[in-house]
């Protein structure tokens, strides 16, 4: 089949639907638009209104009833509303609030490499610059100290032997929790093995503080169970000891009273003789 001619509609829409680029572009798209569409949705038909009053049939008719249920069931989870708690801290925790509008990370870059860098691709570094600027009020205060951090590690004068510092490894170093680079898709085959290490790492020591705090729970119920053992044989102790005692002032009781009987009964026998 002919190619298209340059300048034709067609070429201009021909796409390699293969390519790993387009790929994460079209499943970031379709990830994005889902979520927009249960965010209004439930902003509009759910949040803030009783319970009772949810409706129970799809708002929309691309959507069946009882997917609808399944979200509204979702939403009403005890899960689910703290995980939206924790998403809502996690924001407001966000020092480096990305300035892309509604387009994505991936979109974004697309629009860079066609209209600011033509002739030559753009670094990690002017991919955060583009990616974290406000059209209004530029970059935030955070954002200014990190492009600074970031210029000033790639400007570091390169040992001998070694290779100069890479944009990409200044970002790492200024930004070493950020997933920036990775929603860009400019982390680098080491950089994700050290990131899975890591996180390896950090469920390692997750399982092992679980572990550590059932090992301590395990023997908070061991001591209990070993108090609760001890109070009861305490008190088959005190009761045994009772026991005894009651025994012995029985014993004593019957004493007394043979004795009680043998004393009366000679002094009646001799009292009955003498008349």
Same mark, same amino acid.
């Given at each position: 089949?002919?190619?298209?001619?340059?300048?034709?509609?067609?070429?201009?829409?021909?796409?390699?639907?293969?390519?790993?680029?387009?790929?994460?572009?079209?499943?970031?798209?379709?990830?994005?638009?889902?979520?927009?569409?249960?965010?209004?949705?439930?902003?509009?038909?759910?949040?803030?209104? %009783?319970?009772?009053?949810?409706?129970?049939?799809? %708002?929309?008719?691309?959507?069946?009833?009882?997917?609808?249920?399944?979200?509204?069931?979702?939403?009403?989870? %005890?899960?689910?509303?703290?995980?939206?708690?924790?998403?809502?801290?996690?924001?407001?925790?966000?020092?480096?609030?990305?300035?892309?509008?509604?387009?994505?990370?991936?979109?974004?870059?697309?629009?860079?490499?066609?209209?600011?860098?033509?002739?030559?691709?753009?670094?990690?570094?002017?991919?955060?610059?583009?990616?974290?600027?406000?059209?209004?009020?530029?970059?935030?205060?955070?954002?200014?100290?990190?492009?600074?951090?970031?210029?000033?590690?790639?400007?570091?004068?390169?040992?001998?032997?070694?290779?100069?510092?890479?944009?990409?490894?200044?970002?790492?170093?200024?930004?070493?929790?950020?997933?920036?680079?990775?929603?860009?898709?400019?982390?680098?085959?080491?950089?994700?093995?050290?990131?899975?290490?890591?996180?390896?790492?950090?469920?390692?020591?997750?399982?092992?503080?679980?572990?550590?705090?059932?090992?301590?729970?395990?023997?908070?119920?061991?001591?209990?169970?070993?108090?609760?053992?001890?109070?009861?044989?305490?008190?088959?102790?005190?009761?045994?000891?009772?026991?005894?005692?009651?025994?012995?002032?029985?014993?004593?009781?019957?004493?007394?009273?043979?004795?009680?009987?043998?004393?009366?009964?000679?002094?009646?026998?001799?009292?009955?003789?003498?008349?």
């Amino acid at each position: 089949m002919p190619s298209p001619l340059r300048g034709s509609p067609e070429s201009q829409f021909t796409i390699n639907a293969d390519a790993d680029p387009v790929i994460a572009a079209f499943s970031d798209l379709l990830k994005n638009g889902q979520r927009q569409m249960r965010y209004r949705l439930k902003k509009k038909y759910f949040n803030g209104i %009783p319970a009772n009053e949810v409706r129970t049939t799809s %708002p929309l008719s691309s959507m069946t009833d009882n997917e609808w249920k399944q979200l509204v069931d979702m939403w009403s989870t %005890p899960k689910h509303k703290e995980k939206c708690i924790k998403n809502k801290d996690s924001r407001e925790l966000v020092q480096y609030h990305q300035m892309t509008g509604s387009r994505s990370y991936v979109a974004q870059c697309y629009v860079m490499k066609q209209t600011k860098f033509k002739d030559v691709p753009p670094t990690a570094i002017d991919i955060f610059k583009d990616t974290h600027c406000s059209s209004k009020s530029g970059f935030n205060e955070n954002a200014k100290d990190a492009i600074a951090q970031m210029e000033a590690y790639v400007a570091q004068p390169t040992e001998e032997g070694k290779d100069p510092k890479t944009p990409v490894e200044a970002v790492a170093h200024v930004l070493p929790k950020s997933t920036f680079l990775r929603n860009v898709g400019m982390q680098s085959t080491e950089m994700k093995k050290n990131a899975k290490a890591a996180a390896m790492n950090d469920r390692v020591c997750e399982l092992e503080s679980e572990l550590h705090a059932e090992k301590m729970g395990s023997a908070g119920m061991q001591l209990q169970i070993a108090d609760l053992q001890k109070q009861l044989e305490d008190q088959k102790e005190a009761a045994r000891k009772n026991e005894e005692e009651t025994e012995k002032l029985r014993q004593q009781g019957s004493e007394i009273q043979s004795f009680l009987r043998s004393l009366f009964g000679s002094k009646f026998a001799s009292s009955d003789a003498q008349q």
